[in-house]
């Protein structure tokens, strides 16, 4: 790779790593293994990245890497891991802290998303995380624009069946 290509590799890679990192942590719910994705990503893109700079989004390919990676991941798995993730630490001077109800709740919508197949949970953090229309969420993860719009129903009514099972449990206690 030549100098020039290199450094937009590493501009690009200082410019969208907690994005992706971000991503990734949505997607299968363990730091650790989010940072694993994003250097699998980040490989896979510096291998093609003669070919990706002159694209008009390369952050298109990065994405589509981490999702192909973390679906191949879990291909690859031979028994299923339970993953518990840790809060992540307040960063930023002048931030203020997050009050408790928000932590919670934050965690608990993680651990609603990390219930879901794996696809249905990429198609989610592509669709409203990551705000990508159905066509670009498609592409990513190369399906048709049908799959994606039916895995989203079919995330979004599994999510609704849980919190109505969490509510009438609640309703049960009280």
């Known amino acids: 790779m030549h100098a020039d290509a290199e450094a937009l590799y590493r501009e690009f890679v200082a410019a969208e790593l907690h994005s992706l990192l971000r991503t990734a942590y949505l997607l299968c719910g363990s730091w650790h293994t989010a940072e694993d994705l994003v250097q699998t990503t980040f490989v896979a893109l510096y ?24 679906l191949s991941a879990r291909r690859r798995r031979a028994s299923q891991e339970l993953l518990f993730a840790e809060l992540p630490a307040a960063s930023g001077a002048g931030q203020a802290a997050p009050d ?64 109505a099972v969490e509510a009438a449990k609640e309703a049960s206690h009280d």
């Open 47 to 70: 291998r093609a990245w003669s070919r990706v700079e002159t694209w008009n989004d390369p952050r298109a390919y990065a994405r589509r890497t981490l999702t192909n990676a973390f």
């Open 100 to 163: 408790e109800s928000d932590l919670v709740e934050r965690e608990r919508q993680r651990e609603l998303l990390r219930r879901l197949p794996p696809r249905q949970r990429a198609v989610l953090v592509l669709r409203y995380w990551e705000d990508c229309s159905v066509a670009e969420t498609a592409e990513l993860l190369g399906i048709s624009t049908g799959t994606v719009k039916s895995q989203t129903a079919d995330a979004l009514c599994a999510l609704r069946r849980t919190l």
